[in-house]
């Protein structure tokens, strides 16, 4: 899937740079909107170029085992597919982006021939228009064959699906939605902070159909991310947490003891209670409950998306990937069995905790 930038770290570079792009960014017409009412594609698009601008972590993945076999003759010409637009390619990137649908194999095993065929007969996958769709958008990104041949198995491929236990999560959303979001993050993350307006407003214009769960990754490089992640967990037992959610990622430059007892009071909750839970045993095993189903999942940073057992390719468009999950067969995700590695750790009891759906 090529390189995506994540936060392992919080660099005063990177910082440095992120605020200038903010800056900049504030003082074009497009941009004078708060991110919570940019468009969607605004939104995304800055969240890449911000996460571009970082720290130099990077996440790479693998590529599938099974590669498609590969006719050794380049098309001859140029190939046009019904309901995919390729009009804004290039005519190099048009030449690209035939040579890799003419070789990729549809993404349904039953049907084995290239994406380009697959379209041209109408064969019976449905997933064939939005793979032709997918891979001219990693051609128009200006991506190499490799990174395309990569991006295009982690999201068609079956064996790149993970089962991502929800457990006991706070999510909110139908609990039986087509669509499961899973998000790793860290409150002191500042490239989570700029994706959680963005998945707040996907999770507005799908909240029929999307179930947003998050999951706690406190990094050991942000000072304050276990003490916020702890706040978010006692304010979750008080039916809280995405009011407290909300607060943190807004304020992620504030978050001292007495910043977060100053945000637990703005959302109404019991200081004392606040207090004595975030400190708790059942706090500290929640929060290593989430880290080692991380660990178990192969989770490099934060932000980490899974969106129906497959990993989010941060460079995509948030909206169309959703979409294709809520194409006209679109069903209540039925994950593979979970390995017993994959599998979220009992959880922990939060005596008195309510229940953790949405509470807004």
Same mark, same amino acid.
């Given at each position: #899937?090529?390189?995506?930038? %994540?936060?392992?770290?919080?660099?005063?570079?990177?910082?440095?740079?992120?605020?200038?792009?903010?800056?900049?960014?504030?003082?074009?017409?497009?941009?004078?909107?708060?991110?919570?009412?940019?468009?969607?594609?605004?939104?995304?698009?800055?969240? @890449?170029?911000?996460?571009?601008?970082?720290?130099?972590?990077?996440?790479?993945?693998?590529?599938?085992?099974?590669?498609?076999?590969?006719?050794?003759?380049?098309?001859?010409?140029?190939?046009?597919? !019904?309901? /995919?637009?390729?009009?804004?390619? #290039?005519?190099?990137?048009? =030449?690209?982006?035939?040579?890799?649908?003419?070789?990729?194999?549809?993404?349904?095993?039953?049907? *084995?021939?290239?994406?380009?065929?697959?379209?041209?007969?109408? %064969?019976?996958?449905?997933?064939?228009?939005?793979?032709?769709?997918?891979?001219?958008? #990693?051609?128009?990104?200006?991506?190499?064959?490799?990174?395309?041949?990569?991006?295009?198995?982690?999201?068609? +491929?079956?064996?790149?699906?993970?089962?991502? +236990?929800?457990?006991?999560? *706070?999510?909110?959303?139908?609990?039986?939605?087509?669509?499961?979001?899973?998000?790793?993050?860290?409150?002191?993350?500042?490239?989570?902070?700029? #994706?959680? !307006?963005?998945?707040?407003?996907?999770?507005?214009?799908?909240?029929?159909?999307?179930?947003? @769960?998050?999951?706690?990754?406190?990094?050991?490089?942000?000072?304050?991310?276990?003490?916020?992640?702890?706040?978010?967990? &006692?304010?979750?037992?008080?039916?809280?947490?995405?009011?407290?959610?909300?607060?943190?990622?807004?304020?992620?430059?504030?978050?001292?003891?007495?910043?977060?007892?100053?945000?637990?009071?703005? /959302?109404?909750?019991?200081?004392?209670?606040?207090?004595?839970?975030?400190?708790?045993?059942?706090?500290?095993?929640?929060?290593?409950?989430? =880290?080692?189903?991380? +660990?178990?999942?192969? @989770?490099?940073?934060?932000? $980490?998306?899974?969106?129906?057992? =497959?990993?989010? +390719?941060?460079?995509?468009?948030?909206?169309?990937?959703?979409?294709?999950?809520?194409?006209?067969?679109?069903?209540?995700?039925?994950?593979?069995? *979970?390995?017993?590695?994959?599998? &979220?750790?009992?959880?922990?009891?939060?005596?008195?905790?309510?229940?953790? $759906? !949405?509470?807004?």
């Amino acid at each position: #899937m090529g390189t995506v930038v %994540r936060s392992t770290t919080a660099t005063p570079r990177g910082l440095g740079r992120l605020r200038a792009y903010t800056a900049s960014v504030s003082r074009t017409p497009s941009a004078k909107l708060p991110p919570q009412t940019m468009g969607l594609s605004q939104a995304s698009a800055a969240v @890449v170029l911000a996460l571009s601008l970082g720290s130099g972590a990077s996440t790479c993945h693998g590529q599938s085992s099974g590669e498609p076999s590969k006719d050794p003759s380049t098309p001859a010409a140029d190939i046009s597919l !019904p309901g /995919v637009d390729t009009s804004s390619l #290039m005519p190099r990137e048009k =030449r690209e982006w035939t040579a890799r649908v003419s070789e990729l194999l549809a993404p349904c095993s039953d049907v *084995p021939v290239s994406v380009a065929q697959c379209v041209q007969e109408k %064969r019976k996958c449905s997933r064939c228009v939005p793979a032709a769709k997918f891979v001219a958008k #990693m051609v128009r990104d200006g991506m190499s064959q490799e990174q395309i041949e990569q991006g295009y198995h982690a999201r068609f +491929d079956a064996d790149k699906l993970k089962s991502v +236990d929800v457990g006991k999560a *706070p999510f909110k959303g139908p609990e039986g939605a087509p669509v499961t979001l899973v998000e790793f993050a860290d409150f002191e993350c500042p490239y989570c902070a700029l #994706m959680s !307006p963005v998945l707040e407003k996907t999770w507005q214009q799908h909240s029929g159909d999307l179930r947003y @769960v998050y999951k706690f990754m406190p990094l050991s490089g942000h000072p304050h991310g276990e003490i916020s992640s702890r706040a978010a967990v &006692a304010a979750m037992m008080q039916g809280k947490f995405w009011e407290m959610h909300d607060k943190l990622f807004a304020n992620r430059d504030h978050l001292e003891q007495t910043d977060l007892d100053t945000y637990a009071k703005d /959302v109404g909750l019991d200081l004392v209670k606040f207090h004595q839970d975030a400190l708790s045993q059942a706090t500290t095993d929640w929060l290593a409950a989430d =880290r080692k189903q991380a +660990d178990a999942l192969g @989770v490099q940073g934060t932000p $980490t998306i899974y969106i129906n057992g =497959r990993e989010f +390719d941060i460079r995509q468009d948030l909206d169309e990937w959703i979409g294709q999950e809520l194409g006209p067969d679109a069903k209540p995700a039925l994950l593979p069995s *979970p390995a017993p590695s994959a599998v &979220a750790p009992p959880r922990p009891t939060l005596p008195g905790a309510p229940s953790a $759906t !949405p509470s807004h």
